[in-house]
Structure formats: C-alpha cells, structure tokens
C-alpha cells in the first residue's frame, strides 16, 4: 500500500460520524433499541361513499302521528286503547280514571275498573247491550286521529267493526261527554242519564273534577 493510501484510510477513520437527526432524536423503546422512524406521509382518511345514506331516525314523524291505523287492540282505561304499538285516546269523551271510585246503593265501588271492563267487552264480537246486539270484530280497531290532548296523547274517534267505541262507552253510561272535544255524543249522554246507566246509577265525580280534586289538573 502507498503512503498516499495509508494517510486516506487513516484520515476516513478518524472523520466523526454523521447521523441523522431523525435517529438522533428517536425516543429509546423498553429494550433500549431507537424504533424505525416512519418516514412516509399519514394516509388521509377515504371520503364516504357519495350514495351511502345516512340511518334514517326510528322516531315516528308528525306525518306518521297524524295517520290512522288497524289493529288489535288493547284496553288500557276506559278510554284508552293501545293499537298497533301506540296510545290512542278516545275523541270526545272522559271516563274515570282507573283508581277512580264511585258510590252505588250507598257503597263505594272501583267505577274506573268497571269502565276499563266494559270497553274490553267491546272488543269481543256480537257485543249484546240491552236491547239489541252491536256489530263487532274481536279486538280489531280503526283508530282515526282528530286532537291531541295535553299530554300529547293523540285523540281519536276509534271503531271496532260498524261500532264508534267512544259512542257506545258515553251510551252504556261508563264515560262523559268531553266537551272540549264537542258534543258529538250528546244525546248519547242524555241516553244514558235518563236510563240509569252505568256511572248514573249513582252518584259521582266527573272525571276532570276527581283529577282536579286529586292529582291537582
């Protein structure tokens, strides 16, 4: 080897070594060793799919609230029905709450109850009342929307076969008129007034006074 090499060989020896501040900087891992630094650029997130649509709500909307509906029915009070997965209450007329007592022949009796059970009676076909048979399909209602109440409730004038259940529940004496409603069933109401039935069989609070004298509405 020349002199020339020799002093080339020794001078790259004895030069500094030059790292890359990227290394240089690198934080230490658990086994001492510096990690690779990630050189490339962070992928930018995909754009969603322009016809993917958003989920749709499950909350019925008003046009939905507003629209009839067919079904079976259940009794919750006596002018309460649940149908098709919602709550309809009965246009046009007040019967007692469920808790609501009444007095007859000098005693009290549960006059809400007694209410709840005759509207579920019309829910069954061929519905004897007094002197004549009304027209019924078993539990199968067509609720018609009209109002909603102060609590939202949606109020309906609700049929089971050729029969308005509100009409029937204010003849058999078992629910008032709701005035606020109308007077749809007036004579209905004088009907049964006249004949002693259901609540006029004896004496009682009208629904929306027991509420007021009880639950403060």
Request: contains cysteine; charged residues 20%; aromatic residues 6%.
């Amino acid at each position: 080897m020349t002199r020339a090499a020799l002093l080339l060989l020794l001078g790259l020896l004895a030069a500094p070594l030059i790292v890359s501040p990227a290394f240089a900087q690198a934080p230490q891992t658990a086994t001492g060793r510096a990690p690779v630094p990630n050189v490339r650029a962070p992928l930018q997130p995909s754009a969603a799919p322009a016809d993917r649509a958003a989920p749709k709500s499950s909350a019925p909307s008003e046009t939905d609230q507003s629209q009839g509906v067919a079904g079976m029915a259940r009794v919750v009070d006596g002018d309460t029905l649940r149908v098709d997965g919602r709550t309809f209450r009965l246009w046009a007329i007040d019967a007692p709450e469920l808790v609501q007592a009444c007095e007859r022949d000098g005693l009290n009796y549960a006059c809400g109850r007694a209410a709840a059970a005759y509207l579920r009676t019309l829910l069954t076909p061929a519905i004897p009342t007094g002197d004549r048979t009304v027209d019924a399909a078993a539990a199968q209602v067509v609720c018609e929307p009209r109002a909603s109440d102060q609590y939202g409730r949606v109020a309906a004038l609700c049929r089971a076969g050729t029969m308005d259940l509100g009409a029937e529940m204010v003849r058999a004496g078992w629910a008032l008129v709701l005035v606020r409603h109308g007077t749809d069933y007036a004579a209905e109401e004088e009907d049964a007034r006249a004949n002693l039935r259901g609540l006029w069989a004896g004496a009682f609070d009208a629904p929306w006074d027991w509420r007021a004298k009880r639950l403060g509405e």
